[in-house]
């Protein structure tokens, strides 16, 4: 059974450098074409798209976070990352990592973890 | 600039059905040939209930179906049950990144 696990800090400090870790179990990041994904909600909001990767390097990123957004995969230990610079209160939110239900697909997100909540707050 | 827009909420009752709609507000609307649909229930990941515009993922009832016509998508819930009394989200492609609607409560009466 897949498993997805969001983990990191749950406080960061405004300018500074928001960094989390999805560690998958069940599953491959490397297995198959898969676009892995990170989707945010701010609290009480709707979901916003962070960007997805494949594991060969392809990466999309959201438009209006990509010149702060960085995804990253480390195969050897499953996980795939989320760095984002630059933070400030509009990014406090849960951020999710997931998998989507077919290869090449980036909006058909079947597997999620948990959630993880990041407050940006000094 | 695309965006996907759904109704702030909806309601039914019990037995009824209830259709969700999901607009591409949009020059061009070719890049809205696949369309997903999410349940979330608060403080919870959302879960998939369509995708391909019509496909249910297995687990997912046969109440739930999709359908979509010209920059419309549509999620139909028929025999509404208290349990799919939720947050509904679309999501589609824009051009080679991808947007989620801005959601839709369901209050099942």
């Known amino acids: 059974q897949l498993q997805l696990q969001e983990s990191g800090p749950g406080l960061v400090k405004p300018s500074e450098t928001l960094s989390l870790t999805c560690t998958v179990s069940g599953d491959s990041i490397g297995s198959r074409s898969y676009f892995w994904g990170w989707i945010r909600q701010p609290p009480g909001k709707g979901l916003e798209w962070i960007g997805s990767f494949h594991y060969s390097g392809i990466t999309y990123y959201n438009p209006s976070l990509k010149s702060r957004v960085i995804i990253s995969v480390d195969t050897s230990k499953n996980q795939f990352s989320l760095k984002m610079s630059s933070v400030t209160a509009a990014d406090t939110a849960v951020y999710y990592c997931a998998r989507p239900i077919d290869d090449h697909n980036l909006i058909s997100f079947d597997y999620w973890g948990q959630g993880t909540l990041v407050t940006v707050s000094s | 600039q695309s965006a996907l827009t759904q109704p702030r909420s909806v309601s039914g009752s019990p037995g009824q059905s209830v259709t969700i709609s999901c607009t591409k507000t949009?020059?061009?609307?070719?890049?809205?040939?696949?369309v997903s649909w999410y349940q979330q229930y608060p403080g919870k990941a959302p879960k998939l209930m369509i995708y391909?515009?019509?496909k249910r993922p297995s687990g997912v009832p046969d109440r739930f179906s999709g359908s979509k016509s010209g920059n419309t998508a549509s999620l139909t819930i028929s025999g509404l049950q208290a349990e799919d009394e939720a947050d509904y989200y679309c999501c589609s492609y824009a051009g080679s990144f991808v947007l989620f609607g801005g959601g839709t409560k369901l209050t099942v009466l």
């Open positions: 391909d515009v019509s």
């Open positions: 949009s020059s061009d609307v070719r890049g809205f040939t696949y």
